[in-house]
Nanobody, 123 residues
Framework: QVQLVESGGGLVQAGGSLRLSCAAS????????MGWFRQAPGKEREFVAG????????SYADSVKGRFTISRDNAKKTVYLQMNSLKPEDTAAYFC????????????????WGQGTQVTVSS
């Protein structure tokens, strides 16, 4: 069993920054890809960013490229999402996920989800 616990969400003005964290427990964290997804009200959950087991390979949705950065610390079993230049359209619940393979990108298979953390960007 795996537990993923997100933190760092909140309310921020447009143009501001937030850093999300996701702490994992219960599995060999360093062997698997990790990712962040988001879901706005009335919309489907969408891929935001992914990172492979070592942190050497990352991928991003076009909507966040150049503004968001995903990273991981395997010693701490934690994955991060640094979000800069936030826009009102970034408002959503953000979910951490661990993949079934060494990389988690667009279309990747998620093994476990976190409970989510809310990010609200005001205009």
């Amino acid at each position: 069993q795996v537990q993923l616990v997100e933190s760092g969400g909140g309310l921020v003005q447009a143009g501001g920054s937030l850093r999300l964290s996701c702490a994992a427990s219960g599995r060999t964290f360093s062997s698997y890809g990790m990712g962040w997804f988001r879901q706005a009200p009335g919309k489907e959950r969408e891929f935001v960013a992914g990172i492979n087991w070592s942190g050497s390979l990352t991928s991003y949705a076009d909507s966040v490229k150049g503004r968001f950065t995903i990273s991981r610390d395997n010693a701490k079993k934690t994955v991060y999402l640094q979000m800069n230049s936030l826009k009102p359209e970034d408002t959503a619940a953000y979910f951490c996920a661990i993949g079934r393979t060494a990389n988690l990108g667009v279309g990747g298979v998620v093994a476990y989800w976190g409970q989510g953390t809310q990010v609200t960007v005001s205009s």
